[in-house]
Nanobody, 118 residues
Framework: QLQLVESGGGLVQPGGSLRLSCAASGFTLDDYVIGWFRQDPGKEREGVSAISNSDGAIYANSVKGRFTISRDNAKNTVYLQMSSLKPEDTAVYYC????????????WGQGTQVTVSS
């Protein structure tokens, strides 16, 4: 059974940094695209970043240059390093997985709250 567990969220001041982790179980990262999404109440879910063997890393324009996605295959974990955080980055962050070559993310974590505020 595919399972994803996010961690690393919290409260940070504007300009600060956080690293989110997405621990995967029940499958290996090599065969999947792992994406990070975020959603703030009242707003639509937004794709933030994704990583795969075939396409490497991609980023939303809103986070390009500030966020870095990476993976540790030995730990079956994907990370999202977030720097120069802004109040508008406040949201619940989710990681998700879809098999390489498919279009639908069908496994989701429970989410981790990131709040950027002074």
């Amino acid at each position: 059974q595919l399972q994803l567990v996010e961690s690393g969220g919290g409260l940070v001041q504007p300009g600060g940094s956080l690293r989110l982790s997405c621990a995967a179980s029940g499958f290996t990262l090599d065969d999947y695209v792992i994406g990070w999404f975020r959603q703030d109440p009242g707003k639509e879910r937004e794709g933030v970043s994704a990583i795969s063997n075939s396409d490497g890393a991609i980023y939303a324009n809103s986070v390009k240059g500030r966020f870095t996605i990476s993976r540790d295959n030995a730990k079956n974990t994907v990370y999202l390093q977030m720097s120069s955080l802004k109040p508008e980055d406040t949201a619940v962050y989710y990681c998700s997985a879809r098999p390489t070559g498919t279009m639908v993310y069908d496994a989701w974590g429970q989410g981790t709250q990131v709040t950027v505020s002074s």
